[in-house]
């Protein structure tokens, strides 16, 4: 298992922010693995829309479907699916005034089968990602 997690400031307001990573096509602006990120479907967006995810990640593609799992005002988790693994993108979100949020991003992954045995190397492939995502997310949610 694959675990990494994040915590750092927003200049957003949490209903922005919440609203923004709610969405999770936007991953593609924000994930550093993601090539593309679509709706399936055009019901609108609440607990149990999915998403067709596709990954490039040092020289390896992959294609998972991502599900709405938690949708509460302060926490979201999208879980994502395919024979090989099990991705879960948990994020928890705390205003911290009334123009700032803490944002907590944690990805856990799972795999499946002899896909287990990349688990130590896909531990320090997904810390060096993970670095970057507060970056990115902000970035993207400063422009807004």
């Not at 979201?76 to 205003?95: E, I, P």
Request: with cysteine; hydrophobic share 35%.
């Amino acid at each position: 298992m694959v675990e990494v997690s994040r915590t750092f400031i927003v200049e957003q307001p949490i209903d922005t922010v919440v609203a923004y990573m709610r969405d999770f096509a936007n991953a593609v602006d924000w994930d550093p693995g993601t090539q593309r990120c679509e709706q399936i479907g055009t019901d609108p967006i609440e607990l149990g829309t999915r998403w067709h995810n596709e990954s490039h990640l040092y020289g390896i593609s992959t294609s998972l479907t991502y599900e709405l799992t938690r949708d509460d005002p302060d926490h979201l988790v999208f879980t994502g699916t395919n024979k090989t693994a099990t991705s879960v993108d948990d994020l928890s979100f705390r205003a911290d005034g009334p123009s700032r949020t803490s944002m907590t991003y944690r990805a856990h992954v799972t795999f499946n089968g002899l896909a287990r045995l990349a688990d130590p190397l896909a531990q320090l492939a997904f810390n060096r990602l993970a670095d970057s995502v507060p970056r990115q997310i902000s970035t993207v949610l400063n422009r807004l």
